[in-house]
Structures are given as structure tokens and as C-alpha cells.
């Protein structure tokens, strides 16, 4: 064998070995760099005493691995612990009832004190039987009402609002909920980008600063029945509520 070709054959081997050692190893750091990245997912559905009532009206109770939720008027039940960046996962299920239902996810929420007591406020993504079919959507509670999509009377984004990447509110997100069934929630919520998922449809993708933080609470919107004779049958389930905290 001639013997400078030995030698060339033995310097690329060593530069192949060499460049995979480096390609290992950037793979490893990846790896720890995302497990750093991403903290235990916690399940809030376990035990209430992860929740707080800041309300004088509305009940919850767990029932199996379900939290059930009946109120006379628009309540939130909300978590104890405030987060940032998370990806926020739940499944709901609404009433077959003839009087009005609807209910809602606030993440980044806030809580403040009125004449009334204390209110949950903040991003909520929106849970809605309705015809307007606009579950999925993000609102406003309790300030700017609905960002995305737009409302013709009942929008009122500002300086906060940063940037909507689907401004047109399309047939695929009026058709993401399915009536009847358990419908499964994604928020996923990174500095100023938030996405909400709904069965797996991207039904809101917007940019806004108005919060960076706060308390996880999930809706009823009150029911006259259960006002007028305790009829239950407006009862909104959730389960399956996890979420996984990022750390940018």
C-alpha cells in the first residue's frame, strides 16, 4: 500500500471520529439544555386545594378525575399558584341544556377587588357552544373583550396588543368544537406569543404584552335554573387539566 495513502486514509478517519465526537456532543447539549428548559408537568385536577374560590358564589366539585362546575352568574374558579410560560392542557365537556351555557380558560389571570367582591380578569380562551361558533377565540375578561376574532361592538385591543398571525376568523376554527363531546384545550403561552389549540386546530396565534404572568382559573357563566329551582343540569365538566412550565 503506498504509504501516503495510508497516512490520508488515517488523518480522515481521525476527522470523521472527531466530528462525530463534536456532533455528540452538541447533541447532548441540546438535550440538557431542553430538560433545563421544561419543569415536571403538575395535574391541577387531583385536589382542589390546588384551587381557590375568590368568589362569593359558584361551586365546584371533583368527581372521580373531573372538576364539575355550577354558578349563578359569570364565576371562575382559579388556581393558587400564578405561572409565566407554560403549555396549558385541558379537556372540557358543555351541558345539552336549552338556557345559555358557555365557559372559558383565563391563563395569565388577575384578580381585583370591586364593590362587588373580588373578579378574576384577564386572556381567556373562550369556550362557546353557541351559533357565533367562535370557541377558540381569545378574550379579554373583565377589560379588552374580544381580541381574536373581532367583534363589531366588543373589541377593544390598544398598544398591548401587539400582533394577530390569524386575523381572519376561518370555517376550520368554527368547526374545531365538537358539540356534545370532550373537547380538548392546548394553550401554550411564551413571552408575548400565545397560541390556543383546540382539538388540535390553531384556532388563535397572537402577540401581546399585556400580561406575563398570573393564575390559571377555569369558567361557568351562570345559569338561571340553577338560580331559580338549583337545577344542575347546566353543570360544565373539565378534566385532564396538566401544565408544563417553560423556562425561557
Given at each position: ?21 463534536s456532533?455528540?456532543s ?22 382542589l ?6 368568589y362569593?358564589y ?13 354558578s ?7 388556581t393558587?399558584?400564578r ?7 385541558a ?15 383565563i ?17 381567556q ?9 367562535w ?6 375578561q ?6 381574536h376574532?373581532i367583534?363589531k361592538?366588543r ?8 400582533q394577530?398571525?390569524?386575523p ?11 358539540q356534545?363531546?370532550?373537547?380538548s ?26 400580561d406575563a404572568?398570573g ?9 338561571q335554573?340553577?338560580v331559580?329551582s ?16 417553560l423556562?425561557?
Open positions: 500500500m503506498n504509504k501516503n495513502y495510508a497516512n490520508k486514509s488515517s488523518s480522515s478517519l481521525v476527522n470523521i471520529n472527531l466530528l462525530m465526537i456532533l455528540i452538541i447533541l447532548i447539549g441540546a438535550c440538557a439544555i431542553s430538560a433545563k428548559s421544561v419543569k415536571q408537568a403538575e395535574l391541577l385536577s387531583r385536589d386545594a390546588l384551587w381557590q374560590n375568590v362569593d359558584g361551586e365546584v366539585k371533583l368527581v372521580g378525575s373531573e372538576l364539575h362546575l355550577i349563578s352568574k359569570n364565576w371562575f374558579l382559579i393558587n399558584k405561572y409565566t410560560d407554560f403549555i396549558l392542557e379537556e372540557v365537556k358543555m351541558p345539552n341544556v336549552s338556557e345559555y351555557t358557555n365557559s372559558g380558560i391563563f395569565r389571570g388577575q384578580v381585583k377587588t370591586t364593590s362587588e367582591g373580588q373578579q378574576a380578569y384577564g386572556y380562551a373562550e369556550v362557546d357552544p353557541s351559533m357565533r361558533r370557541s377558540g377565540g381569545l378574550y379579554d373583565g377589560r379588552r373583550q374580544w381580541l376574532p367583534h361592538t373589541s377593544f385591543s390598544d398598544a398591548d396588543f401587539k394577530n398571525y390569524l381572519e376568523w376561518l370555517e376550520v376554527q368554527s368547526n374545531a368544537y365538537k356534545q363531546q370532550w373537547n384545550y392546548r394553550i401554550v403561552a411564551k413571552g408575548s406569543d400565545i397560541k390556543i389549540y383546540l382539538n388540535d386546530v390553531l384556532t388563535t396565534h397572537v402577540s401581546d404584552v399585556k404572568e393564575y390559571i382559573g377555569i369558567q361557568h357563566h351562570g345559569s335554573s340553577f331559580k338549583g337545577d344542575r343540569t347546566n353543570t360544565i365538566r373539565f378534566r385532564n387539566i396538566s401544565i408544563t412550565e423556562q425561557l
